[in-house]
């Protein structure tokens, strides 16, 4: 199984930016979709965005449309989500998932749903204020 390890979580201005990355280890995530969920304190998780092993297919939560980019690169083994136009509601504790796509089959339904994840990262804190 793979693992994940996320990074690039901090502190930030509303309007400000930040890269949260996504390194997996043990197996190429190329063959794995991957998903950005985010949670704060006393709120439920919620699927941020997501990438399938067919790159084409993504998702993202309709109030980060427009802010934010989800991407992958195979020779880093890492998921990407950029994070542009940071606001205050955006701050939550950010964990990467994946689960094995081997055929390229997974839809946008199946990367919002965070059930379907096989392997979690430890998560890193995005906080957001002036």
């Known amino acids: 199984q793979v693992q994940l390890v996320e990074s690039g979580g901090g502190s930030v201005q509303p309007g400000g930016s930040l890269r949260l990355d996504c390194v997996g280890s043990?197996?190429?995530?190329?063959?794995?979709?991957v998903g950005w969920f985010r949670q704060a304190p006393g709120k439920e998780r919620e699927g941020v965005s997501g990438?399938?092993?067919?790159?084409?297919?993504?998702y993202y939560l309709e109030s980060v449309k427009g802010r934010f980019t989800v991407s992958r690169d195979s020779a880093s083994n890492t998921v990407y989500l950029l994070m542009n136009s940071l606001k205050p509601e955006d701050t939550a504790t950010y964990y990467c998932?994946?689960?094995?796509?081997?055929?390229?089959?997974?839809?946008?339904?199946?990367?919002?749903?965070?059930?379907?994840?096989?392997?979690w990262g430890q998560g890193t804190r995005v906080t957001v204020s002036s």
């Open positions: 990438i399938g092993a067919n790159t084409a297919t993504t």
């Open positions: 998932a994946a689960v094995q796509d081997p055929w390229r089959t997974v839809t946008e339904i199946t990367l919002r749903d965070p059930k379907l994840y096989q392997t």
């Open positions: 043990g197996r190429t995530l190329d063959h794995y979709a």
